[in-house]
Every structure is written in structure tokens, then in C-alpha cells.
């Protein structure tokens, strides 16, 4: 995508979702990073119902390592691959106290070594609990980002890479939250709006699924 048409997507992505934010709650990085690993196969919606339980009265490593992980599962059953989740959680607690005296790390290099936690993951809390400015790639910015255009790589990685390239340094966060609200609102998996899309006169997706329905309809 040509440098013009890449502007022309951020401005209005931001024009649309400016105002949004992570759709998780939390009041720490150590409150981000738990909700974070959560929504791993996971609604937003369901997480912060759990943790909004959890978090009342176990929102640090030590009090989360209080629970053990039978009881932790106990709480956060009703997330998927509940299971895997505690066991990581109550290893990444561990992790957290003995090298990190308790807090949470910064840095990519150091988030990824923690249990649970993959490049998206290390990602989200980089964003959003240190404002460092980083592209969290889930299902929705890799899908959106590859239909319209802002990167055409296969893995995970290589469309982080492609947009750390094509979007400017200061809108990596930003754009990552645009970028999931619009898979979210209009760039669906299933039946996506490529009609009722602001972006579809630069979108070769968009273009050829409106023809593709024309078409049909005639």
C-alpha cells in the first residue's frame, strides 16, 4: 500500500475510533498482565467479569499465589483453556516475586520469558500499562491489516513487522486499538460490512466482496 493510502486508512480508522481504548480492565500492570493472559481464546466481556471478581481481593503475585492453583482455577473457570491459564499464572506469580521483586517488567525481551506470555501478550502490557509504544497483533489487527492492506504477511510476526514499518512510531498503540475495534465493528471474520465501510474505496477486499455481492444479487 502506497504511502497516501496508508494515511488515508490511519486518519480515517482514527477519525472512527479515536476515543477507544483496551477493552480490558485494569488499575496495573500486574492487573493487565493477568486480565491479558485471560483473553487468550476469550471475550473482553468475559475476562473482566472474572477479573472484576478476582481482582476485589487478589490483585498481586503474592495474594494470587495465596490462592494456589486449584482455588485460582476455581476462579477463573469460566475463561477458556481455564486450566493452562492457572498454571501459568501461579508460575508467572512465582517468576514476578523471585526475579522481578514483585513487579512487573517493561521490556519485551523480558515480559516473553514469563509463562503465558507470547509477543501479543508482552505487547498489550507494553501499550497500555507502561505507554510504551508497541502493535499488539490478535486475530482481529492481523485480519483487518491484511485485508486492507497495511501489511500482507503470513505469520503473526512478519505483520507486527510489516506495521512497526508502515505505521508512524507515536500511532503503533493507537492503531492497534483502531485496528481491533473496526475487526470488531465492521471488518468481521464472518460477513464482514465491506458496503457500509468507510475504507472500502481503498480496500482491494472490500472492493471485490461488494462486486462479488453485486454480482450474486443480479
Known amino acids: 500500500m502506497i504511502k497516501k493510502n496508508i494515511e488515508q486508512v490511519l486518519a480515517t480508522l482514527e477519525c472512527l475510533y479515536g476515543q477507544e481504548q483496551c477493552g480490558l480492565d485494569f488499575s496495573s500492570p500486574f492487573e493487565l498482565l493477568i486480565a491479558t493472559i485471560l483473553s487468550a481464546q476469550c471475550t473482553d466481556l468475559r475476562v473482566n467479569i472474572v477479573t ?4 476485589k481481593n487478589y490483585n498481586t503475585p503474592e495474594s494470587i499465589l495465596s490462592l494456589g492453583e ?3 482455577l476455581e476462579k477463573i473457570k469460566t475463561c477458556g483453556l481455564a486450566k493452562t491459564k492457572a498454571k501459568n499464572i501461579i508460575l508467572t506469580c512465582h517468576r514476578l516475586l523471585t526475579e522481578y521483586c514483585g513487579k512487573v ?3 519485551l525481551d523480558e515480559l516473553i520469558t514469563l509463562p503465558g506470555v507470547g509477543r501479543k501478550t508482552a505487547n498489550v502490557v507494553m501499550s ?3 505507554d510504551i509504544p508497541a502493535i499488539a497483533v490478535d486475530t482481529h489487527v492481523f485480519r483487518v491489516s491484511r485485508r486492507i492492506g497495511l501489511a500482507q504477511g503470513k505469520t503473526v510476526l512478519e505483520v507486527e513487522k510489516e506495521l512497526m514499518k508502515n505505521i508512524p512510531k507515536d500511532k503503533w498503540s493507537q492503531a492497534h486499538h483502531w485496528l481491533i475495534w473496526h475487526g470488531r465493528k465492521c471488518c468481521t471474520a464472518r460477513n464482514p460490512n465491506c458496503s457500509g465501510c468507510e475504507l472500502s474505496s481503498i480496500c482491494d477486499f472490500g472492493r471485490q466482496n461488494i462486486k462479488e455481492a453485486s454480482s450474486q444479487s443480479n
Open 52 to 55: 472484576g471478581d478476582l481482582f
Open 70 to 72: 486449584v482455588g485460582l
Open 128 to 130: 497500555n500499562a507502561f
Open 105 to 107: 517488567p517493561e521490556q
